[in-house]
């Protein structure tokens, strides 16, 4: 009793308002920089959690206020990449480290690039905005490529942020593993330059929120891969054409690496195929587009606008797989019909090293190119084991009947032992006559 006006003071101390203005926050509606930092641990951006600490807490603290106004910005803001190209030129980080290097492991969610990943896609940015400071300038020049990269890592954040949610973990994957060239890198890179229909919505490891870009890839499915079933078109043809639905694949001749996304699958045709959902990029050395498709209502009836040519068939013209914009005339990419190498804008050859081909449809549509090539491998063993056991097979077969309309009379089973008994007989008589 004799300590209540002390209480009042402490009480007043923790919580006091003067002419409207907040002097000092509650110890329990304030967020303490451990706390705050340790929250990014699981998703390997503790980089971005302190730069986000500095930008945001006050006097040491983060206060509760702040702290719900940062995840609102998060979920409903217009630009998150102007939001952390900003983080990224304004934090003591990028003091010691390049912006695009702190940026590039903001933007592949703590997973570190490859140094051959890191010169394909920022070495021109780089370069190119070396003595840029303007925030806009920069934000304007990724937007190309990595707006909704920026997108994903708000939620992400956003997600960290609500302490009720369970941890998140980013442990991306394909449905039948990674490979040589789909790697995990490669995987991001094309959860960033590909949309519909190559992409299928699944199930997100964040609550309350769409599935991240590089979640809605977690079905892609090798149809092929040189590695493991051999350097051969026929091996090609016979697992990967004829299929269904949207494909990627890879091809890689010797210091290049390409990309083609269409949105049919191969096959055999004296016609242009792959329209507007229809890119070739080329990878490596330096990450550029080379094709985009093209939508056949903007180009006109009787306008071919597919991008890929891929006849190895007909000899009455070109052979092998050509992609461009006019890809008889002149292809950006010339593949011979053996597969062994690779033309790039009538350059000199290159030995093809390695090719992978994925689909990226729908699970029905896998589905029914299995069957199909279970169907074909049934019949051909049906033709290998097939045998007239009676004449009257062979009399009655079309086979026999477009050989007698070519002129060849062949004879079979039953009636062969007969001729060779009529002929014996002949000669038997004959001898005797003599």
Known sequence: MGNVESEKVAQKSDISVHRGVRTEEPSDLVI???????????????????????????????????YESLVQELN??????????????????????PMFSVLSLWFSFGKSFTDQMHRAIFGNLISSLADVTSVDTIAARLSTLFTDVADDLAKIVSHVLKATNPPLLLDFSVSSGFSTLLTEEMLWLLSVILSSPFKRPNRTRL?????????????????YDSKSHGFSFT?????????DGPIIMFLQAENYLFCLSSD?????????????????????????????GRSAKLAGPGVEVGIIYSNFTAKTTRRGLLI??????????????????????????????????WAAGLTDQL?????????????????KNRRFKLEEDWRNSDDRRL?????????????????????????HNASKQQ
């Open 324 to 357: 461009g914009h006019q890809p008889i005339a002149s292809p950006v990419i010339d593949v011979n019909e053996g597969f062994t190498e690779l033309r790039l804008t009538g350059g000199p050859p290159l030995k093809l090293v390695a090719v992978e081909i």
């Open 207 to 223: 609550v309350d929120s769409a599935p991240l870009e590089i979640e809605q890839l977690a079905h892609l499915c090798q149809l």
């Open 264 to 292: 049919e699958g191969l096959k055999d045709s004296m016609k242009t195929y792959g329209s507007v959902d229809s890119k070739l990029f080329q990878i490596f050395p330096e990450f550029t587009k080379l094709v985009s």
């Open 367 to 383: 589905s029914k190119l299995r069957a199909q090539k279970a169907w074909e491998l049934q019949q051909v063993n049906k033709e």
């Open 76 to 97: 409903h803001g217009s630009n998150h990449l102007k939001f952390f190209v900003k983080l990224a030129t304004d934090s003591q980080t990028a003091e010691t480290e």
């Open 235 to 243: 091996r090609i043809k016979e697992l990967a054409f004829e299929y």
């Open 32 to 66: 303490h920089e451990n706390d705050f930092l340790v929250k990014f641990e699981p998703v390997k951006l503790q980089s971005l959690g302190k730069s986000i600490w500095m930008r945001c807490s006050k006097s040491g603290v983060f206060s509760l206020r702040d």
């Open 403 to 427: 050989l007698a309309i070519g002129g060849v009379n062949v004879y079979h089973s039953a009636e062969i032992e007969g001729r060779e008994a009529e002929l014996s007989s002949g000669l």
